[in-house]
């Protein structure tokens, strides 16, 4: 049973840091996209930063390019998602989520969050002014 258990959100002040965990179980952690994604009261769930397991490509959404940081440790099955200069438009929910499937995904459709199928619960990011 494929699993991901996010942890790590809270309360920060704006240009603050924190740093999201995502824990994976029950499958093979380095096949596939893992990323983190947001969604905002009143607004769209978001893809925000996509690491590609096998190859360690990343991805990320420009408004968060030079602050936020994806990695991985393969020998601990978890992902990452260091966040810096925190703003508080980064307010929200965040979420893992894994892509499992037979065919990789198309560039333009890597931050897209429907295309995920394995998601955790998320934990809350709260950044004040």
């Known amino acids: 049973q494929v699993q991901v258990v996010e942890s790590g959100g809270g309360l920060v002040q704006a240009g603050g840091s924190l740093r999201l965990s995502c824990a994976a179980s029950?499958?093979?952690?380095?096949?596939?996209?893992m990323g983190w994604f947001r969604q905002a009261p009143a607004k769209e769930r978001e893809g925000v930063a996509v690491?590609?397991?096998?190859?360690?490509?990343?991805y990320y959404v420009d408004s968060v390019k030079d602050r936020f940081t994806i990695s991985q440790d393969n020998a601990k099955n978890t992902l990452y998602l260091q966040m810096n200069t925190l703003k508080p438009e980064d307010t929200g929910m965040y979420y893992c989520?894994?892509?499992?499937?037979?065919?990789?995904?198309?560039?333009?459709?890597?931050?897209?969050?429907?295309?995920?199928?394995?998601w955790g619960q998320g934990t809350q990011v709260t950044v004040s002014s």
């Open positions: 690491l590609h397991t096998r190859s360690g490509a990343t």
């Open positions: 029950g499958y093979s952690f380095n096949s596939n996209f």
């Open positions: 989520a894994a892509y499992i499937g037979v065919r990789t995904l198309r560039v333009q459709d890597i931050l897209r969050p429907d295309k995920y199928n394995y």
